[in-house]
């Protein structure tokens, strides 16, 4: 497999993990919540999902960023209730 292949089952691997992941995001934001730390969290989505740290990372990330605006206080967590 070249290189170019594997960056695209990789991105394909991150498009499907955030799809599930939106698809089950009370059950994903529920486990997020539960968990001790990020690598803990990190890992329970991943299981929950069955996808790899590639997929639950992705998720993850996407939502610590800025990308989902919240109040004049700052962002909002994707799976804020508010």
């Known amino acids: 497999m070249d290189e170019d292949e594997r960056q695209t089952r990789d991105e394909l691997m991150i498009l499907d993990a955030l799809v599930q992941a939106m698809d089950r995001r009370d ?3 529920q486990m997020i919540e539960d968990s001790e ?4 969290a990190r890992r329970r989505v991943g299981q929950l999902l069955g996808v790899g ?3 639950s ?3 993850l990330d996407l939502a610590g960023q800025k990308i989902y605006p919240g109040p ?3 962002p909002r967590f994707p799976c ?3």
């Open 57 to 59: 990372r992705a998720f």
């Open 72 to 74: 004049a206080s700052g």
């Open 53 to 55: 740290e590639l997929g």
């Open 27 to 29: 059950e994903v934001c």
């Open 80 to 82: 804020s209730r508010t």
């Open 37 to 40: 730390d990020a690598d803990e």
